[in-house]
């Protein structure tokens, strides 16, 4: 099962120590830090969006260390386990809740050769570990034996499993489109330039990436899904009892899933680890193998995270929605929508044959993904630019700036005799 | 049973048998129609042992005031309740009794408001005295050294 | 020596047990089908970020579906009305910046026109112009405080930084004139306590011009977006006559469509030489008296008092700013009731004066007293998510419910 570990040549382990040492020496300090840079990112992009600066000092540049500085606080802290809590089960819920998360980052693909477990159905593995989140979940908020974080438990449990539905619709178009379940695989069939994207081979993908995008929203718990932690109504909801160490592996498990499943939307839709130019596809083509390999891992990164700002940028500007409309819109919304794109997607590559028929709708969806890209592009840039010029305006003047009127003259000062 | 003062606060007062009728034909009228009432406050006059509870309202459609006070004597104080004629009364009420001790007859829930339930005594009386602990906390006060 | 995991103890202190007045009022509700649900007790503690302070809600809950919520006030008590039978009527004033803590100027004003009343004292034009000058500022910062905190309740956390960047402003002008943020005790009986100094009414001026294009981002950003729109329209519905009946004032009443506002109604100070019209909520994105409508008649509400501002900057007199009073305070026998509009309703004060410098009794009617008072009705049929949408449009203060 574990393939393409020939990357090492110089050792020569038994295959499983070596996957092990890959593991813990790779792919567990990748989501620590992935988990870590997040977190760090969110309350830079959280400020900038608030008009603030966010950590500013830990660490002297733009506050870097604030998040290993967080952890050893955390790490620091007493752990509180409150007296009527379910103990085995509030011990086991973080645990469950993260190992999903790091389980799932096993099948990335980070390009053409750098797939640590290449499966025939990744996708279909992907979305199975993902679904055990929810079990973490409704363990904390049952094992805290406190009634809001039950509240908590319960929202949780209706929302992510009413939202995998049209999440798996939503994986299933693409492998629909691209023939295979291998992550790897739909991955390949993207370079050679941005029409080649799956997001643009046929409006219903398109239309699907969309929703597949705010099915991880729900499942990410983000704004505006995120009632389970829903601060100001419920205080931290399933997690309200929990602190220190505990606390953190809810935390890394969640910007974790918010990596994973921005990296998977890339995988399926936006173009994996090529880039939009082709490039990468010539130098794997031409044969430098390291060199695409690591730009394509660079590249997919990028992207993940693009996605990810994404994410954040619409927690910090839209409220959040009750319940009833959370589940409103997933059942009469986005399933009927997800219905129709695989539908769709299936007749499609049925009834258009591959030609300049097809070509043309590829580069038509393309335009119109580019146009949609460099619009939002644009407005991010006006409002860095009048930004910097309306903190000039907007400054009142300060007080020592205005004229005063000249008091009236009084008597001449008595001189010293 | 009614004298009108003409004045900064013009009022007249009422008796307490007579208060709940009275209240109807204020907010029923059509030519006085006051409709909203604005706050009730409960007052101690020891020396004349009374306590009296002021009822201040106004128009929305005419925009005109008037006060009417409910006397009641200090030892045994009830009044009937207007919570049914204006349910802004139903927390007002039930503040000047906690703070007070008027009881209002045919109120839907006196209980104590402000204070916790199991407050003894009626702290607005001038003749209350602070107590000295509650519930096993000592209480201090420069008027209770 | 303490053993550590040793409770830390004080000689003689008895903690009692808490008292838990609910227990056996759950119960189990059999329906005529097979099922059988059980009906929650929640406890919207005193300690909640969505409860405005200390309010403790008792919530009777079928699921998310709330049957009944009762406030439980009191955590706040501060015994103001028996302080005032202690103390003098200037000395009043601080107490009566506590009340509703974000509109501390329009609690002094209230508070120093029941006194001017009773005394027979005229304050100058001057002060009465600065009265309404930092009145309607208070208002916009109040009204800046709910605008941010509604939107933290329903999960928007960028409004709350864009109002309170405001708000700093206002909060340096108000620091400038009388040397406070948040508590001023600078309206007091006779006028205002110091003159603006100088350069006051040029800075006013501009924070007036840099406000004006917030509104409308404001109105972009959290008015008219749809998911604040799906969690507020036709949520809590106030109808006019229950509004009426309740004792509603301030925003909540205007929600609902009642065009009733004490600066028209029974004008004071200078507001009737002043243009401004009374906001009303008229349903436009559900039925009038929503949850949004309460909140939207806010939002016009901080265009109206900019324009009072304004104006009245324009007109300010030059004068003494405060009336001659005498330090010890003697009104004549009497009493009187008077009430001011206040960002949050009607603040009334009924003060009974038999001659002595101390007043004899001093009630304050605090408008979200009353406004908190019809939350038990509203909140019938609705679902958790709900109560704090009620909440935050209602808008209360415990510092002027609890006094």
Same mark, same amino acid.
């Given at each position: 099962m574990i393939a393409h570990i020939d990357y090492i040549p110089f050792f020569s382990w038994p295959e499983w120590l070596e996957g092990l040492i890959v593991m813990i020496a790779v792919y567990l300090p990748f989501v620590c830090l992935v988990a870590m840079f997040g977190i760090w990112w969110e309350r830079k992009v959280s400020a900038d969006i608030q008009s603030r600066h966010g950590p500013?000092?830990?660490?002297?540049?733009?506050?870097?260390a604030q998040s290993p500085a967080d952890g050893l606080k955390l790490l620091a802290k007493e752990d509180l386990i409150p007296v009527a809590a379910d103990r085995p089960l509030f011990r086991l819920a973080p645990y469950l809740s993260f190992v999903p998360a790091f389980a799932a980052?096993?099948?990335?693909?980070?390009s053409a050769r750098f797939i640590f477990v290449d499966m025939p159905i990744s996708v279909v593995f992907l979305f199975g570990i993902l679904a055990l989140e929810v079990l973490g979940v409704i363990l904390a908020g049952w094992a805290s034996n406190s009634k809001w974080a039950l509240y908590g438990a319960m929202r949780e449990a209706c929302q992510i499993v009413s939202y995998e539905i049209p999440l798996g619709l939503s994986i299933l178009v693409p492998a629909l489109a691209a023939g295979t379940l291998s992550l790897a695989a739909i991955g390949e069939q993207?370079?050679?330039?941005?029409?080649?994207w799956l997001a643009f081979r046929n409006p219903f993908l398109f239309v699907s990436c969309f929703v597949f995008f705010i099915a991880t929203l729900a499942d990410c718990k983000r704004?505006?899904?995120?009632l389970p932690e829903s601060e100001s109504e419920l205080?931290?909801?399933?997690?309200?009892e929990y602190s220190g160490m505990r606390w953190v592996m809810f935390f890394f498990a969640e910007y974790a899933v918010m990596y994973i499943l921005s990296a998977v939307a890339c995988m399926l839709y936006?173009?994996?680890?090529?880039?939009?130019?082709g490039i990468v596809l010539w130098m794997e083509k031409a044969g430098y193998v390291w060199s695409s390999a690591v730009i394509g891992a660079g590249i997919i990164i990028v992207k993940a995270f693009t996605l990810v700002y994404v994410q954040m940028w619409l927690r910090w500007t839209l409220p959040r929605l009750r319940i009833d409309q959370v589940l409103s819109t997933c059942v009469k919304v986005l399933l009927p929508l997800a219905c129709v794109n695989l539908i769709g997607a299936a007749l499609w590559s049925w009834l258009v044959p591959a030609g300049w028929a097809q070509l043309a709708v590829q580069v038509l969806l393309t335009v119109i993904g580019t146009g949609g890209f460099l619009f939002f592009v644009g407005v991010l840039v006006r409002a860095m630019l009048s930004r910097r010029q309306g903190l000039r305006l907007t400054?009142?003047?300060?007080?020592?700036a205005i004229p005063v009127a000249e008091p009236p003259p009084g008597p001449e000062p008595a001189s010293n005799g | 049973m009614a004298t009108d003062i003409a004045g900064k606060h013009p009022h007249a007062v009422v008796a307490p048998d007579a208060w709940r009728a009275a209240a109807e034909f204020l907010r029923d009228d059509p030519e006085l129609k006051?409709?909203?009432?604005?706050a009730v406050s409960g007052v101690d006059y020891p020396k004349e042992s009374k306590l009296v509870s002021v009822y201040d309202l106004i128009s929305t459609a005419y925009r005109h005031t008037f006060a009417v006070k409910v006397e009641t004597p200090r030892e045994n104080p009830h009044i009937p309740s207007v919570a049914g004629v204006w349910p802004t009364a139903e927390w007002h009420e039930r503040e000047a009794y906690d703070l007070l001790g008027i009881v209002y007859d045919g109120h839907p829930n006196l209980t104590r408001i402000?204070?916790?339930?199991?407050?003894?005594?009626?702290?607005?009386?001038?003749?209350y005295v602070f107590p000295k602990e509650y519930n096993g906390i000592p209480c201090a006060s420069t008027v209770n050294p | 020596m303490r053993e550590h995991g040793q409770p830390i103890t004080t000689p003689g202190l008895v903690i009692p047990?808490?008292?838990?007045?609910?227990?056996?009022?759950?119960k189990v509700v059999e329906t005529d089908s097979d099922l059988r649900t059980e009906e929650m007790l929640i406890n919207m503690g005193?300690?909640?970020?969505?409860?405005?302070?200390v309010l403790r809600v008792m919530l009777r809950t079928d699921g998310e579906l709330i049957l009944e919520a009762t406030p439980h006030i009191?955590?706040?008590?501060?015994?103001a009305e028996k302080i005032g039978e202690n103390v003098q009527y200037h000395q009043f004033v601080p107490y009566t910046d506590r009340f509703d803590y974000l509109a501390a100027m329009n609690n002094n004003l209230a508070y120093a026109m029941a006194v001017e009343k009773l005394a027979g004292i005229e304050a100058p034009k001057r002060a009465q112009y600065i009265r309404v000058i930092v009145a309607e500022l208070n208002r916009i910062a109040s009204h800046l405080v709910m605008f941010g905190t509604y939107g933290l309740d329903m999960g928007a956390f960028t409004p709350f930084i864009y109002g309170f960047r405001e708000r700093e402003l206002i909060l340096d002008l108000f620091e400038a004139a009388c040397?406070?943020?948040? /508590?001023?005790?600078? *309206?007091?009986?006779?006028?205002?306590r110091e003159d603006l100094p100088e350069g006051w009414v040029r800075k006013a001026g501009e924070f007036l011009d840099y406000f004006q294009p917030k509104i409308k981002e404001y109105n972009d950003l959290l008015s008219y977006n749809q998911i604040f729109i799906k969690r507020?329209?036709?949520?809590g519905v106030i109808p006019a006559d229950r509004a009426i009946a309740y004792g509603l004032s301030g925003p909540v009443l205007r929600g609902?469509?009642?065009?009733?506002d004490l600066r028209k109604? /029974?004008?004071?100070? *200078?507001y009737d030489q002043l243009e401004f019209d009374i906001c009303v909520g008229e349903?436009?994105?559900?039925?009038?008296?929503?949850s949004w409508d309460r909140y939207f008649v806010r939002i016009l509400e901080m265009v109206q008092s900019a324009r009072i501002v304004r104006q009245a900057l324009a007109k300010l007199p030059s004068g003494?700013?405060?009336?001659?009073?005498?330090?010890l305070l003697k009104p004549p026998p009497g009493e009187v009731y008077y009430e001011t509009e206040n960002p949050r309703g009607q603040l009334g004060f009924y003060i009974v004066s038999?001659?002595?410098?101390?007043?004899y009794r001093l009630k304050a009617r605090g408008p979200s007293f009353c406004n908190l008072s019809i939350l038990n009705e509203v909140a019938k049929?609705?679902?958790?998510?709900?109560i704090p949408a009620i909440l935050g449009s209602i808008d209360v203060v415990m510092g002027e419910v609890d006094r």
């Open positions: 500013m000092r830990t660490g002297r540049w733009h506050g870097w980052l096993v099948v990335l693909p980070f993207q370079g050679g330039g941005l029409h080649q704004s505006p899904f995120d205080v931290a909801g399933y997690h309200v936006l173009g994996a680890w090529y880039d939009p130019f400054l009142l003047t300060p007080w020592h | 006051f409709d909203y009432l604005r402000l204070l916790p339930e199991d407050w003894q005594g009626h702290p607005l009386r001038k003749d | 047990d808490p008292v838990n007045y609910d227990i056996g009022r759950e005193p300690q909640h970020p969505s409860t405005h302070g009191g955590y706040l008590h501060r015994c040397g406070a943020r948040l /508590t001023y005790s600078y *309206v007091t009986i006779g006028g205002v507020t329209a036709n949520v609902s469509g009642v065009k009733w109604a /029974t004008p004071d100070l *200078v349903g436009r994105m559900g039925q009038v008296g929503d003494d700013y405060r009336a001659k009073v005498p330090r038999d001659g002595s410098p101390v007043p049929d609705c679902l958790l998510g709900d």
